[in-house]
Nanobody
């Protein structure tokens, strides 16, 4: 079974940093795109960043502060978040979808295009 487990959330002051980790199992890691998403209270789930076939893709508003990386040996994808703002408070999720060569990597930034979801990890940024 495909499993995704996100961890690393917590409470941090504005301006601080967190690194989230998404441990994946049950599928061929290299054959899938894996992305990070978040959902704040009362808002729709939005894409942050994804990695697909060695490429890294970001939602425009997240470039510069958030950095995605992966460790294929550990089947783990990370999201380094720097300069956190109160507005970054949300539940953060990782998700996966089998790569389709028809689509560019940015296609996997859309939540509806992801097939598997892990439980989220709460990130709270205080002022």
């Amino acid at each position: 079974d495909v499993q995704l487990q996100a961890c690393g959330g917590g409470l941090v002051q504005a301006g601080g940093s967190l690194r989230l980790a998404c441990a994946a199992s049950g599928f061929a890691f290299d054959d899938y795109a894996i992305g990070w998403f978040r959902q704040a209270p009362g808002k729709e789930r939005e894409g942050i960043s994804c990695t697909s076939d060695g490429g890294r893709y970001y939602a425009d508003s997240k470039m510069g502060r958030f950095i995605i990386s992966s460790d294929n040996a550990k089947n783990t994808v990370y999201l380094q978040m720097n300069g956190l703002e109160v507005e970054d408070t949300a539940v953060y999720y990782c998700a996966a979808a089998r790569r389709d060569p028809y689509y560019s990597g940015s296609w996997y930034l859309k939540p509806n295009n992801m097939a598997y979801w892990g439980k989220g990890t709460q990130v709270t940024v205080s002022s």
